[in-house]
């Protein structure tokens, strides 16, 4: 197998910043090459009954509306496999911190779990200037992050296990559907930081390869509310369909102002790829009903792994809560960890990589199984549909699982945006 770690992730904001202006190369995460300096030496206790891990997730800031619920998840996982026994015979331990929206937070809060409260993993972030802000921080002290929401791609780090999706699992099947419902211009809406700008060169890539036409490309600042012009600027464009990277309660603000101007799904659909149900609910479902969104679960899957998810999850924290696809697969995230300490027999980092490879669970969207070459999953691709009752609805779906390709080397088109050392 080929090795599809990569050097220099100490410059991943860096060349983000390049793919940005550029169109060009961007660096992926993974063991810096030419760093001398030690990795901090494991404080994590096997010694007795339990074993701690951490839950870190934004529970106050911009991203609350989304990551609350994630942290939820986790928590249910944990309750559940501590119910039936534990990992290694031992009761997991949950410390959880808060985010609070901001990367820097992020890191610090990484490095205390680590350091001060020695747990053997974390789960949690949410945006992709979050996880980069704590990538190195997990390298330097060779801990393990299971990060759980859809992303850019274009990285690849040893310490860091992708159970969202990356590009080739949702980004590209979401222009692909909309290529093949006749769309042939589109307008780009995000968020001002990594992800969107990463994932809209990216479509701007693709566009190009098939003669779509981008009428235009705007930004607001992270939790930014006035969206005014810009949905002038849409509306006034004519494009048959806007792409949407908004992230956190900026896409209640968008969608309202959205509505206002009487724009509709049926006559400008909105292809989201950050709106699950829990937002739905914050933006109005008569602000949002008939638009898009493209994930890899829905509440509404149907299969019994997923009902008792459902009912598992309502009767923990109330029958008016909803699933969604970060929740579940920050859920899996929980589940595939403890299956590879249970394959490896052990919790040491380097024992867990070693064993990761072809871990498998059967999740809620189905089955997801980790690929030890670049550690995401293979999984289904769904492009949802909102309805009245404010859940997303499958209009498509993928095959079957799609194997991960974080790096975009299955795409002729993406090959001046593939991660050069």
């Known amino acids: 197998m080929q090795n599809r770690f990569k050097p220099t992730s100490r410059a991943l904001a860096a060349s983000a910043a390049i793919l940005i202006a550029a169109g060009s190369a961007a660096a992926c995460g993974g063991a810096r090459a030419g760093d001398e300096t030690a990795a901090a030496e494991s404080c994590v206790d096997t010694s007795g ?24 998840a986790i928590h249910l996982a944990v309750d559940e496999i ?59 002290n060779d801990s393990l992050l299971y990060y759980p ?7 690849a780090s040893e310490n860091i296990f992708y159970t969202g999706a990356t590009t080739n699992q949702q980004i590209i099947p979401a222009l692909d559907y909309l290529a093949e419902t006749g769309v042939k211009s589109i307008y780009l809406v995000g968020s001002d930081y990594v992800f969107p700008r990463t994932a809209n060169a990216i479509i701007n890539a693709y566009a190009a390869a098939h003669d779509i036409e981008v009428l235009g490309e705007d930004y607001v600042q992270l939790g930014g509310v006035d969206f005014s012009t810009i949905v002038q600027q849409v509306n006034a464009s004519g494009a048959d369909a806007v792409f949407n990277t908004l992230n956190g309660d900026s896409n209640v603000a968008f969608f309202r102002e959205y509505s206002n101007v009487g724009l509709t799904a049926e006559e400008m659909p909105v292809m989201s790829v950050s709106i699950a149900e829990e937002e739905v609910g914050g933006i109005g479902v008569e602000n949002i009903e008939g638009q898009l969104a493209a994930w890899n679960y829905y509440q509404t899957v149907e299969s019994d792994v997923n009902s008792t998810f459902v009912e598992a999850f309502k009767a923990a924290y109330g029958a008016d809560r909803v699933t969604s696809d970060p929740m579940e697969a920050a859920y899996n995230s929980v589940y595939l960890w403890a299956a590879t300490v249970e394959k490896a027999e052990s919790f040491a980092v380097a024992d867990i990589q070693a064993n990761a490879d072809g871990v498998s669970f059967e999740s809620p969207e189905g089955t997801v199984v980790i690929d030890g ?21 499958t209009v498509w779906e993928s095959e079957g699982p799609i194997e991960p390709d974080p790096f975009l080397e299955g795409y002729d088109w993406a090959a001046d945006l593939t991660v050069t050392e």
């Open 49 to 72: 009954d339990t074993i701690k891990v951490g839950a870190l997730n934004s529970l106050s800031g911009t991203m609350a509306i989304s990551e609350t619920t994630v942290n939820d």
């Open 149 to 155: 929401v859809q992303y850019e791609g274009l990285e």
């Open 82 to 140: 501590n119910a039936a026994g534990g990992v290694m015979d031992k009761q997991i331990e949950l410390v959880d911190e808060d985010g609070a929206s901001e990367p820097t937070v992020f890191a610090e809060k990484a490095e205390k779990l680590i350091r001060e409260d020695c747990v053997a993993s974390v789960f949690g972030g949410w945006t992709s200037a979050s996880r980069k802000a704590m990538l190195p921080v997990f390298e330097d």
């Open 373 to 393: 070459d670049n550690h995401h999953v293979a999984k289904t691709a769904r492009i949802g549909e909102i309805q009245s009752d404010g859940l997303l609805y």
